[in-house]
């Protein structure tokens, strides 16, 4: 007998919770912070109470139980741990938190009858609301590691659409593919100082304020200038400009290559596809670490790099047809 779609969404929360048992169980034996460590295995055993509630429950349904944790959700995100770090992985856990006690209650506003059941359920979401919590602390604790992510994956970004679309103008008018991939050279080179030095005067504004902050702080405290935060403050302009530019250059390589080695339209398609993809991947990164929506956030961005590389090369075949300019 088929199963109702209330028994079928219970089923989804068992695995669930199995899932992210074991994945804040695998996880606390990477992580070296011993409070985030000690926390994740409290919420692994906490996870493993809720998993019994929805199989208690299920089995009074006569629904089978057998299934257990989604080990490929698991391994994908100690993949993320180990590529991103502590601190975008934590806030990905938060948006599923978010998330759970969204679904949680919504499920509860459909639930008549069985109190038991109900305050059961509460109790679920009483748990997976101090959960953020703890997420949203250990945040705060790899604020500087997050940023850095940041800087990383805005300057890949640019990269991607700025060469692509400069790329996509230049096969208009340029036959030789070669010429192309040296024009995307010189665009990737002057993109990466002008962003480099964009990112070094807003962080260094950022840094100067904080710095008179504290200066004046300190004054009316009548003790001296922390010199060593100071410092700190400083040396994150340079360090966000070093991220920013390195990283720019190195999100432009992935649409000049192809054009290195094989003819500018088969090139213009490999490169478009190399950075629709990437490019859905570094600002699925973006909106894990801001709490937007992963998958419209991935498409959109993927769009608009493509709709950039289109309007380049409409632009650059306007030139081609109407004032007939053209290099071989």
Same mark, same amino acid.
């Given at each position: 007998m088929p199963l109702s779609d209330r028994l079928k969404e219970m089923r989804d929360f068992y695995r669930d919770e199995l899932t992210d048992r074991e994945f804040y169980k695998r996880l606390s034996k990477k992580i070296k912070e011993e409070w985030l460590k000690t926390n994740l295995i409290r919420l692994s055993g906490i996870e493993n109470e809720h998993s019994e509630f929805w199989k208690k429950y299920l089995e009074k349904e006569n629904v089978k139980t057998k299934a257990g944790p989604r080990m490929v959700k698991v391994r994908f995100l100690l993949f993320v741990h180990t $590529?991103? =770090?502590?601190?975008?992985t934590v806030k990905l856990l938060e948006y599923g938190e978010v998330d759970s006690v969204e679904r949680y209650r919504k499920h509860a506003s459909r639930t008549e009858g069985d109190q038991e059941f109900k305050a059961g359920l509460e109790k679920i979401i009483a748990d997976e609301v101090l959960h953020e919590e703890v997420f949203s602390y250990t945040l705060e604790e790899n604020r500087k590691q997050i940023e850095r992510n940041r800087d990383i $994956?805005? =300057?890949i970004s640019d990269g991607l659409v700025e060469v692509l679309a400069a790329m996509a103008g230049l096969v208009a008018?340029?036959?030789n593919h070669f010429d192309v991939a040296l024009g995307g050279i010189v665009v990737g080179v002057s993109g990466a100082m002008s962003m480099s030095v964009g990112a070094y005067l807003a962080r260094n504004s950022e840094a100067q304020f904080k710095i008179s902050s504290l200066k004046r702080k300190a004054i009316l405290e009548n003790r001296d200038h922390d010199h060593e935060t100071i410092g700190k403050y400083k040396g994150e302009s340079v360090k966000s400009a070093f991220n920013t530019g390195m990283f720019y250059i190195l999100g432009a390589l992935i649409p000049i290559l192809p054009f290195i080695f094989i003819e500018e339209y088969l090139a213009l398609i490999i490169s478009?596809?190399?950075?629709?993809?990437?490019?859905?991947?570094s600002n699925s990164i973006i909106a894990i670490s801001m709490n937007m929506k992963i998958a419209r956030e991935?498409?959109?961005s993927a769009a608009l790099a493509l709709l950039a590389a289109f309007a380049s090369y409409l632009v650059g075949q306007v030139f081609h047809i109407i004032f007939h300019i053209s290099l071989i």
């Open positions: $590529i991103l =770090g502590t601190g975008l $994956i805005y =300057g008018i340029i036959s478009v596809a190399l950075v629709a993809i990437t490019q859905a991947i991935a498409v959109k």
